[in-house]
């Protein structure tokens, strides 16, 4: 569509290859496709050099990264009088409904209209028009077909069920919950002569401090370190706070009493402002394909310390040990919104996969040695782990 309306050049990105694919086959169809090229990449890091392009479209894509990472990231890609077309989810309201807030919290940190406009301001953007998606977007465009898509979905797949309930929980929350959230659409211009909010500023450098920029800015002012003996009960008890069931705290600490699976200085917490401990990252050793690797799990941050980037400084604090130790590789069982961040993709890319049903896109593997081969084929976890040690 854009390039038959805009007369102009194409280049499409995305990192599942079928999707890119059809993208050929429909320019094809239409007689563009002398227009349109595609490259398999991450939006995270386009490779394509600064002032590349006119025009930034990302619909119903950013969210994959975080709208203050495309923000951020996005922005030297365009040219001089550029223009980033990008739509963002959004609270239509400061007091959502408790089931909304509970469910986006699981999903994806949202925020008001003004929160996004400051956030792209504090970017280096002038923010040249705002403008909310209609509900027949939401209902005609999307959710009515994929709820007849559900319907006569294959569940014997694997993690059909959990996929498809997953589902049915949106179609749910946005039936009941719908007027709580909406999308809208920002046209964002850069600011001439104004530099974005650079990674290493403080948090308070952006109006909310609790977006994921601002929570990568915090994790700089947090002090993360290896634990100590004496942080063995201030760990649980995060763990404990974190999570609903004591599973994760005694997983880690049956982890800790596992000389095959414990590496001391792979145990990393973060601390809070006044030196007590506000989060914790833990590493471990696994296997897969016969290969030693790393297992991130469990990481937990105390109920009060979340979003202010306790999590993300102990998460890369244990990565960064890792790499010191000659580590080459990490695996993860967790959203795909937040270990992205880190430099994580899908375990599927490396040729791995876990000894039980996950969604492709949960199980995430990050090299930490380019010249080092990544191993493939399934990971076995430590004995504590359970049945999802892989025997």
């Known amino acids: ?40 990449c991450s939006m995270g890091h386009p ?133 709580d959230y909406r ?12 530099a974005p909010v650079p990674v290493h500023a403080p948090a308070s450098a952006l109006e909310d401090g609790m977006t994921m920029a601002a929570e990568a800015d915090a994790a700089t002012a947090r002090t993360a370190r290896p634990e100590t003996p004496e942080d063995a009960a201030a760990i649980r008890a995060v763990n404990l706070a974190a999570f609903p069931t004591a599973g994760e705290a005694d997983l880690v600490d049956a982890l800790r009493a596992d000389p ?12 809070a402002p006044d030196g007590t401990v506000a989060g914790h990252a833990l590493l471990t050793r696994c296997r897969i394909g016969g290969r030693p690797a790393l297992a991130l799990a469990p990481c937990a941050v105390l109920p009060d310390h979340q979003r202010q980037g306790a999590g993300t400084a102990a998460v890369r604090a244990a990565l960064a040990a890792a790499r010191e130790r000659g580590e080459s590789l990490v695996v993860v069982l967790g959203h795909p919104g937040y270990y992205p961040r880190f430099g994580f993709a899908p375990a599927s890319r490396f040729g791995i996969r876990a000894p039980f049903d996950v969604p492709d896109e949960a199980l995430m593997a990050l090299s930490l040695d380019a010249s080092r081969p990544v191993p493939s084929g399934a990971i076995r976890y430590p004995a504590a782990f359970g049945e999802v040690s892989g025997g």
Request: charged share 25%; no cysteine; glycine share 8%.
């Open 260 to 271: 095959d699976a414990w590496i001391d200085g792979l145990s990393l917490v973060a601390e």
């Open 47 to 179: 490779p394509f050099p600064d002032g590349a392009f006119d025009v930034l479209w990302a619909e119903g894509s950013a969210y994959a990264i975080g709208f203050d990472t495309a923000l951020r990231n996005w922005r030297r890609l365009l040219a001089p009088g550029g223009v980033l077309v990008v739509t963002e989810a959004e609270w239509t309201g400061p007091d959502p409904s408790p089931q909304a807030r509970a469910y986006w919290a699981e999903v994806y940190p949202l925020r008001t209209a003004d929160r996004n406009i400051a956030a792209a301001e504090a970017a280096g953007y002038q923010v040249a028009a705002h403008w909310p998606l209609p509900e027949s977007d939401w209902w005609d465009e999307y959710y009515t077909p994929l709820a007849q898509r559900l319907a006569t979905a294959d569940r014997t797949g694997p993690g059909m069920d959990q996929a498809l309930a997953a589902l049915d929980r949106e179609l749910t929350l946005r039936r009941e919950h719908g007027t």
């Open 1 to 40: 569509m854009l390039a038959a309306d805009t007369g102009g050049q194409v280049t499409g990105i995305d990192l599942h290859q079928p999707f890119l694919d059809e993208l050929f086959a429909a320019a094809e169809r239409r007689g563009l496709r002398d227009r349109i090229t595609a490259l398999n």
């Open 183 to 194: 999308y809208a659409g920002y046209v964002l211009r850069p600011r001439t002569g104004s």
